[in-house]
Protein backbone atom coordinates (compact mmCIF):
# COMPACT_ATOMS: atom_id res chain seq x y z
CA UNK A 1 0.00 0.00 0.00
CA UNK A 2 1.15 3.70 -1.01
CA UNK A 3 -0.05 6.81 0.81
CA UNK A 4 0.60 9.90 0.15
CA UNK A 5 0.58 12.29 3.18
CA UNK A 6 0.56 16.08 2.96
CA UNK A 7 1.38 18.56 5.42
CA UNK A 8 1.70 22.54 5.16
CA UNK A 9 5.53 22.52 6.71
CA UNK A 10 7.17 19.37 7.65
CA UNK A 11 9.11 18.84 9.64
CA UNK A 12 8.82 20.88 12.43
CA UNK A 13 9.65 20.98 16.20
CA UNK A 14 6.02 20.94 16.84
CA UNK A 15 4.90 17.65 14.40
CA UNK A 16 7.39 15.03 15.54
CA UNK A 17 3.64 13.15 16.20
CA UNK A 18 2.96 13.19 12.25
CA UNK A 19 6.71 11.82 12.01
CA UNK A 20 5.76 8.98 14.55
CA UNK A 21 2.83 8.27 12.89
CA UNK A 22 4.66 8.30 9.34
CA UNK A 23 7.64 6.03 10.69
CA UNK A 24 5.04 3.43 12.76
CA UNK A 25 3.16 3.43 8.98
CA UNK A 26 6.40 2.40 7.41
CA UNK A 27 7.65 -0.51 9.82
CA UNK A 28 3.53 -1.68 9.01
CA UNK A 29 4.32 -2.28 5.71
CA UNK A 30 2.79 1.56 4.09
CA UNK A 31 5.34 2.95 2.12
CA UNK A 32 4.69 6.47 2.30
CA UNK A 33 5.37 9.95 0.17
CA UNK A 34 5.76 12.66 2.23
CA UNK A 35 4.93 15.94 0.77
CA UNK A 36 4.73 19.34 2.13
CA UNK A 37 4.22 23.01 0.79
CA UNK A 38 7.47 24.31 2.89
CA UNK A 39 9.92 23.65 5.44
CA UNK A 40 12.60 22.50 2.93
CA UNK A 41 15.40 25.38 4.86
CA UNK A 42 13.74 25.31 7.90
CA UNK A 43 16.26 25.29 11.01
CA UNK A 44 15.71 21.89 12.76
CA UNK A 45 16.95 20.81 16.04
CA UNK A 46 16.30 17.07 15.94
CA UNK A 47 18.28 14.36 14.05
CA UNK A 48 15.34 12.65 12.50
CA UNK A 49 13.66 15.21 11.40
CA UNK A 50 16.74 16.01 9.32
CA UNK A 51 16.22 13.09 7.73
CA UNK A 52 12.77 13.38 7.60
CA UNK A 53 13.28 16.84 5.45
CA UNK A 54 15.76 14.67 2.96
CA UNK A 55 13.13 12.41 2.63
CA UNK A 56 10.20 14.96 1.70
CA UNK A 57 9.05 16.38 -1.41
CA UNK A 58 8.17 20.46 -1.17
CA UNK A 59 5.72 21.90 -4.03
CA UNK A 60 7.14 25.48 -3.73
CA UNK A 61 10.97 24.09 -3.44
CA UNK A 62 11.32 25.17 -7.31
CA UNK A 63 9.35 28.68 -6.78
CA UNK A 64 6.09 29.87 -8.04
CA UNK A 65 6.98 29.08 -11.46
CA UNK A 66 7.60 25.20 -11.26
CA UNK A 67 3.28 25.18 -9.96
CA UNK A 68 2.25 27.27 -13.31
CA UNK A 69 4.18 24.82 -15.03
CA UNK A 70 2.40 22.01 -13.40
CA UNK A 71 -0.94 24.05 -14.42
CA UNK A 72 -0.08 24.21 -17.42
CA UNK A 73 0.56 20.07 -18.14
CA UNK A 74 -2.13 19.03 -15.75
CA UNK A 75 -4.82 21.28 -18.61
CA UNK A 76 -2.93 19.21 -21.29
CA UNK A 77 -3.88 15.81 -19.52
CA UNK A 78 -7.68 16.79 -18.42
CA UNK A 79 -8.90 20.70 -18.62
CA UNK A 80 -12.44 19.51 -17.46
CA UNK A 81 -11.20 18.29 -14.44
CA UNK A 82 -8.93 21.57 -14.19
CA UNK A 83 -11.67 23.78 -14.36
CA UNK A 84 -14.03 21.77 -11.97
CA UNK A 85 -10.79 22.24 -9.22
CA UNK A 86 -10.63 26.04 -9.72
CA UNK A 87 -14.78 26.29 -9.42
CA UNK A 88 -14.25 23.93 -5.94
CA UNK A 89 -11.58 26.23 -4.69
CA UNK A 90 -13.39 29.50 -5.98
CA UNK A 91 -16.08 28.32 -3.98
CA UNK A 92 -13.94 27.92 -0.75
CA UNK A 93 -12.45 31.22 -1.05
CA UNK A 94 -15.98 32.73 -0.28
CA UNK A 95 -16.22 33.77 3.47
CA UNK A 96 -12.72 31.66 3.69
CA UNK A 97 -10.26 32.25 5.98
CA UNK A 98 -7.70 33.32 2.98
CA UNK A 99 -8.83 35.50 0.15
CA UNK A 100 -9.66 33.94 -3.49
CA UNK A 101 -5.93 34.36 -5.40
CA UNK A 102 -4.62 31.85 -2.22
CA UNK A 103 -7.44 29.06 -3.31
CA UNK A 104 -6.26 29.78 -6.92
CA UNK A 105 -2.34 28.98 -6.00
CA UNK A 106 -4.24 25.79 -3.91
CA UNK A 107 -5.11 24.54 -7.30
CA UNK A 108 -1.24 25.01 -8.21
CA UNK A 109 0.07 23.08 -5.69
CA UNK A 110 -2.88 20.42 -6.08
CA UNK A 111 -1.37 20.28 -9.66
CA UNK A 112 1.99 19.95 -8.44
CA UNK A 113 1.01 16.84 -6.72
CA UNK A 114 -0.79 15.43 -9.68
CA UNK A 115 2.89 15.66 -11.45
CA UNK A 116 4.17 13.72 -8.71
CA UNK A 117 1.28 11.03 -9.11
CA UNK A 118 2.10 10.41 -12.16
CA UNK A 119 5.49 8.78 -11.34
CA UNK A 120 4.78 7.67 -8.08
CA UNK A 121 0.89 6.54 -7.81
CA UNK A 122 -0.49 6.26 -4.24
CA UNK A 123 -3.51 4.72 -3.34
CA UNK A 124 -4.79 7.25 -1.23
CA UNK A 125 -3.43 10.68 -0.14
CA UNK A 126 -3.45 11.69 4.29
CA UNK A 127 -3.84 15.37 5.20
CA UNK A 128 -2.38 16.56 8.45
CA UNK A 129 -4.66 19.66 9.55
CA UNK A 130 -8.25 20.74 8.28
CA UNK A 131 -6.65 24.20 6.71
CA UNK A 132 -4.96 24.57 3.33
CA UNK A 133 -3.96 20.73 3.14
CA UNK A 134 -7.44 19.81 3.54
CA UNK A 135 -8.20 21.53 0.48
CA UNK A 136 -5.67 21.35 -1.65
CA UNK A 137 -6.28 17.39 -0.83
CA UNK A 138 -9.56 17.71 -2.36
CA UNK A 139 -8.54 19.67 -5.34
CA UNK A 140 -6.28 16.90 -5.66
CA UNK A 141 -9.41 13.96 -5.73
CA UNK A 142 -11.01 16.36 -8.67
CA UNK A 143 -7.90 16.42 -10.47
CA UNK A 144 -8.66 12.56 -10.77
CA UNK A 145 -5.96 11.40 -7.74
CA UNK A 146 -7.25 9.36 -5.11
CA UNK A 147 -8.94 9.10 -2.31
CA UNK A 148 -7.96 11.57 0.49
CA UNK A 149 -8.28 12.20 4.28
CA UNK A 150 -7.61 14.59 6.20
CA UNK A 151 -6.34 14.81 10.05
CA UNK A 152 -7.82 17.57 12.32
CA UNK A 153 -5.82 18.59 15.66
CA UNK A 154 -6.39 22.12 16.92
CA UNK A 155 -9.37 24.14 18.37
CA UNK A 156 -8.43 27.10 16.08
CA UNK A 157 -9.67 24.46 13.27
CA UNK A 158 -13.03 24.06 15.19
CA UNK A 159 -12.90 27.70 15.63
CA UNK A 160 -12.72 28.51 11.95
CA UNK A 161 -15.02 25.65 10.92
CA UNK A 162 -17.61 27.26 8.93
CA UNK A 163 -14.94 29.22 6.96
CA UNK A 164 -12.85 25.80 6.54
CA UNK A 165 -15.61 24.51 4.88
CA UNK A 166 -15.57 21.46 6.13
CA UNK A 167 -18.98 19.92 5.11
CA UNK A 168 -17.53 20.36 1.08
CA UNK A 169 -13.78 19.04 3.06
CA UNK A 170 -15.76 15.70 4.77
CA UNK A 171 -18.07 15.50 1.95
CA UNK A 172 -15.24 14.47 -0.47
CA UNK A 173 -13.21 12.72 2.11
CA UNK A 174 -13.00 8.97 2.28
CA UNK A 175 -12.88 9.58 6.44
CA UNK A 176 -11.92 12.61 8.57
CA UNK A 177 -9.66 11.54 11.87
CA UNK A 178 -10.23 13.13 14.73
CA UNK A 179 -7.29 12.99 17.61
CA UNK A 180 -9.94 12.64 20.31
CA UNK A 181 -13.78 12.40 21.30
CA UNK A 182 -14.22 15.95 21.64
CA UNK A 183 -12.20 17.14 18.94
CA UNK A 184 -14.62 14.83 16.84
CA UNK A 185 -17.88 16.35 18.52
CA UNK A 186 -16.76 19.55 17.34
CA UNK A 187 -16.57 18.21 13.82
CA UNK A 188 -19.91 17.41 14.28
CA UNK A 189 -21.29 20.80 14.60
CA UNK A 190 -20.29 21.48 11.82
CA UNK A 191 -21.33 19.15 9.05
CA UNK A 192 -25.03 17.61 8.79
CA UNK A 193 -25.18 14.43 10.56
CA UNK A 194 -25.24 12.10 7.26
CA UNK A 195 -21.16 13.08 7.08
CA UNK A 196 -20.85 12.24 10.72
CA UNK A 197 -20.03 8.53 10.39
CA UNK A 198 -17.05 9.79 8.41
CA UNK A 199 -15.26 11.13 11.51
CA UNK A 200 -13.01 8.85 13.16
CA UNK A 201 -11.03 9.35 16.15
CA UNK A 202 -7.33 8.19 16.27
CA UNK A 203 -5.00 9.46 18.78
CA UNK A 204 -2.15 11.08 18.61
CA UNK A 205 0.48 8.34 19.54
CA UNK A 206 4.23 7.63 21.00
CA UNK A 207 6.75 5.32 20.46
CA UNK A 208 8.60 2.64 22.93
CA UNK A 209 11.01 4.97 23.50
CA UNK A 210 8.67 7.59 25.85
CA UNK A 211 6.98 4.86 27.35
CA UNK A 212 10.64 4.23 29.41
CA UNK A 213 9.48 5.25 32.78
CA UNK A 214 11.25 8.06 34.02
CA UNK A 215 13.71 7.76 37.51
CA UNK A 216 12.01 9.60 40.44
CA UNK A 217 12.45 12.66 40.37
CA UNK A 218 15.29 14.81 42.03
CA UNK A 219 14.83 16.14 45.39
CA UNK A 220 15.04 19.64 44.27
CA UNK A 221 12.43 18.87 41.04
CA UNK A 222 10.18 21.77 40.64
CA UNK A 223 7.22 22.47 37.57
CA UNK A 224 7.75 22.07 33.95
CA UNK A 225 5.36 23.48 31.61
CA UNK A 226 6.04 22.62 27.59
CA UNK A 227 4.42 24.36 24.64
CA UNK A 228 4.55 27.01 22.26
CA UNK A 229 4.52 30.30 23.91
CA UNK A 230 1.18 31.98 23.28
CA UNK A 231 -1.80 32.96 24.36
CA UNK A 232 -3.77 29.95 24.47
CA UNK A 233 -1.30 28.41 26.95
CA UNK A 234 -1.89 29.90 29.80
CA UNK A 235 1.32 31.04 30.97
CA UNK A 236 0.87 34.12 32.84
CA UNK A 237 -1.94 32.25 34.45
CA UNK A 238 0.96 29.98 35.42
CA UNK A 239 3.14 32.55 36.49
CA UNK A 240 0.76 34.06 38.85
CA UNK A 241 -0.31 31.04 40.61
CA UNK A 242 4.02 29.91 40.67
CA UNK A 243 4.61 33.48 42.30
CA UNK A 244 1.97 32.83 44.93
CA UNK A 245 4.11 29.42 45.79
CA UNK A 246 7.22 30.90 45.58
CA UNK A 247 6.59 33.59 48.57
CA UNK A 248 6.07 30.37 50.38
CA UNK A 249 8.46 28.31 49.11
CA UNK A 250 11.31 30.18 48.02
CA UNK A 251 13.93 27.29 46.65
CA UNK A 252 11.26 26.49 44.14
CA UNK A 253 11.39 26.50 40.37
CA UNK A 254 9.94 26.33 37.03
CA UNK A 255 10.56 25.40 33.55
CA UNK A 256 8.78 27.00 30.31
CA UNK A 257 9.88 24.19 27.61
CA UNK A 258 9.30 26.55 24.05
CA UNK A 259 9.38 29.74 22.35
CA UNK A 260 6.98 32.01 20.72
CA UNK A 261 5.19 35.47 20.19
CA UNK A 262 4.42 35.81 24.01
CA UNK A 263 7.88 35.24 24.81
CA UNK A 264 8.98 38.95 25.51
CA UNK A 265 5.58 39.24 27.50
CA UNK A 266 6.27 36.29 29.14
CA UNK A 267 9.57 37.64 29.77
CA UNK A 268 8.51 40.83 31.65
CA UNK A 269 5.95 39.23 33.54
CA UNK A 270 8.92 37.01 35.07
CA UNK A 271 10.65 40.16 35.93
CA UNK A 272 7.90 42.01 37.75
CA UNK A 273 7.15 39.30 39.93
CA UNK A 274 10.84 38.98 40.66
CA UNK A 275 10.95 35.22 39.27
CA UNK A 276 14.31 35.69 36.82
CA UNK A 277 16.23 33.45 39.04
CA UNK A 278 13.66 30.67 39.88
CA UNK A 279 11.98 30.20 36.07
CA UNK A 280 13.81 29.18 32.82
CA UNK A 281 12.83 29.74 29.07
CA UNK A 282 14.27 26.95 27.17
CA UNK A 283 13.59 27.94 23.66
CA UNK A 284 12.69 24.96 21.15
CA UNK A 285 13.95 21.90 22.42
CA UNK A 286 14.52 18.46 20.41
CA UNK A 287 12.62 15.29 21.69
CA UNK A 288 15.44 14.06 24.03
CA UNK A 289 15.80 17.24 25.72
CA UNK A 290 11.71 16.84 26.18
CA UNK A 291 12.68 13.57 27.61
CA UNK A 292 15.51 14.62 29.52
CA UNK A 293 13.33 17.91 31.33
CA UNK A 294 10.85 15.20 31.91
CA UNK A 295 13.11 12.72 34.03
CA UNK A 296 14.13 16.06 35.86
CA UNK A 297 10.81 17.52 36.78
CA UNK A 298 8.30 16.51 39.44
CA UNK A 299 5.11 17.71 37.84
CA UNK A 300 3.36 18.93 34.64
CA UNK A 301 1.69 21.94 34.57
CA UNK A 302 -0.54 22.69 31.02
CA UNK A 303 -3.14 25.56 32.17
CA UNK A 304 -4.22 26.01 28.69
CA UNK A 305 -7.76 27.96 28.05
CA UNK A 306 -8.37 26.23 24.68
CA UNK A 307 -6.71 22.56 23.43
CA UNK A 308 -7.17 19.57 21.08
CA UNK A 309 -5.06 17.06 23.49
CA UNK A 310 -1.86 18.20 23.92
CA UNK A 311 0.99 15.44 23.00
CA UNK A 312 3.32 16.97 26.16
CA UNK A 313 0.43 15.48 28.70
CA UNK A 314 0.60 12.07 27.07
CA UNK A 315 4.77 12.03 27.19
CA UNK A 316 4.72 13.26 30.19
CA UNK A 317 2.00 10.51 31.46
CA UNK A 318 4.04 7.74 29.38
CA UNK A 319 7.22 8.74 31.58
CA UNK A 320 5.48 8.29 34.55
CA UNK A 321 5.13 12.19 36.09
CA UNK A 322 1.74 13.53 37.02
CA UNK A 323 -0.31 15.98 35.22
CA UNK A 324 -1.90 19.25 36.22
CA UNK A 325 -4.11 21.03 33.54
CA UNK A 326 -7.42 21.90 32.61
CA UNK A 327 -11.04 20.78 31.52
CA UNK A 328 -10.66 21.73 28.12
CA UNK A 329 -10.83 20.14 24.74
CA UNK A 330 -10.08 16.34 25.00
CA UNK A 331 -8.08 17.03 27.90
CA UNK A 332 -10.37 14.99 30.50
CA UNK A 333 -10.69 12.16 28.50
CA UNK A 334 -6.82 10.93 29.40
CA UNK A 335 -6.41 13.21 32.78
CA UNK A 336 -7.79 11.57 35.82
CA UNK A 337 -8.62 13.42 38.75
CA UNK A 338 -7.32 11.62 41.82
CA UNK A 339 -6.09 8.76 39.02
CA UNK A 340 -3.44 9.98 37.30
CA UNK A 341 -3.35 14.23 37.98
CA UNK A 342 -5.35 16.83 38.83
CA UNK A 343 -8.11 18.79 36.83
CA UNK A 344 -9.21 22.53 37.46
CA UNK A 345 -10.91 25.49 36.03
CA UNK A 346 -9.02 27.26 32.80
CA UNK A 347 -7.86 30.88 33.94
CA UNK A 348 -8.08 30.38 37.76
CA UNK A 349 -4.71 31.34 39.30
CA UNK A 350 -5.79 30.18 42.80
CA UNK A 351 -7.07 26.88 41.62
CA UNK A 352 -3.88 26.02 39.92
CA UNK A 353 -2.01 27.04 42.94
CA UNK A 354 -3.50 24.51 45.03
CA UNK A 355 -3.34 21.83 42.41
CA UNK A 356 0.54 22.59 42.14
CA UNK A 357 0.61 22.75 46.52
CA UNK A 358 -1.24 19.59 46.15
CA UNK A 359 1.05 17.67 44.38
CA UNK A 360 4.13 18.95 45.89
CA UNK A 361 3.25 17.48 49.32
CA UNK A 362 1.58 14.17 47.91
CA UNK A 363 2.58 11.11 49.69
CA UNK A 364 5.55 9.06 47.76
CA UNK A 365 3.26 6.02 47.72
CA UNK A 366 0.21 7.85 45.87
CA UNK A 367 2.47 9.79 43.74
CA UNK A 368 3.75 6.27 43.03
CA UNK A 369 0.24 4.75 42.34
CA UNK A 370 -0.46 8.02 40.23
CA UNK A 371 2.70 7.30 38.04
CA UNK A 372 2.15 3.86 37.62
CA UNK A 373 -1.95 4.59 36.48
CA UNK A 374 -0.83 6.97 34.45
CA UNK A 375 1.67 4.78 32.48
CA UNK A 376 -0.74 2.48 32.02
CA UNK A 377 -3.53 4.71 30.86
CA UNK A 378 -1.20 6.24 28.32
CA UNK A 379 -0.14 2.89 26.49
CA UNK A 380 -3.91 1.77 26.27
CA UNK A 381 -4.44 4.94 24.51
CA UNK A 382 -1.32 6.92 22.83
CA UNK A 383 0.90 3.97 21.53
CA UNK A 384 1.72 4.38 18.28
CA UNK A 385 1.77 1.05 16.83
CA UNK A 386 -2.36 0.71 17.96
CA UNK A 387 -2.86 3.75 16.51
CA UNK A 388 -1.75 3.62 13.11
CA UNK A 389 -2.99 0.23 12.70
CA UNK A 390 -6.62 1.95 13.06
CA UNK A 391 -4.87 4.23 9.83
CA UNK A 392 -3.75 1.22 8.28
CA UNK A 393 -7.03 -0.31 8.34
CA UNK A 394 -9.02 2.81 7.23
CA UNK A 395 -6.24 3.52 4.55
CA UNK A 396 -7.31 0.38 2.82
CA UNK A 397 -11.06 -0.25 3.69
CA UNK A 398 -11.84 2.56 5.30
CA UNK A 399 -13.13 0.92 8.51
CA UNK A 400 -11.84 1.21 11.54
CA UNK A 401 -13.44 1.46 15.54
CA UNK A 402 -13.68 4.78 16.30
Known amino acids: MR ?42 VDDEDVGEQARTSYTLRDGVGALVGSVWRQLRRDSGALWRAVRAASAMSRNGVRPWPYH ?20 HLQAHFGTNT ?19 HGMDEADNAQRLHFQRKIGGARFVVAISGFSRSQLMRHVTPDLWDKIKVVHCGLDDVAFAPAPPPPDDAGFLCIGRLSPEKGHLILL ?86 TYVGGIAELVLPGQTGWLVAAGDAEALKLAMQEALDLPEDQRDRISTA ?29
Open 134 to 152: AEIALLVKLLGGPSYSFTV
Open 104 to 123: MVYVGHACRIMDWLQDEPAD
Open 3 to 44: VAYLINQYPKVSHSFIRREILALERQGVDVHRMALRGWDAPL
Open 240 to 325: DAFAAMHRERPDLHLVLAGDGDMRPEIEDRIAQLALAGSVRITGWISADQVREELAACHTLVQPSFIEGLPVVIMEAMAAGRPVIS
Open 374 to 402: SRQRARERHHIDREAAKLRALYSDGKTEA
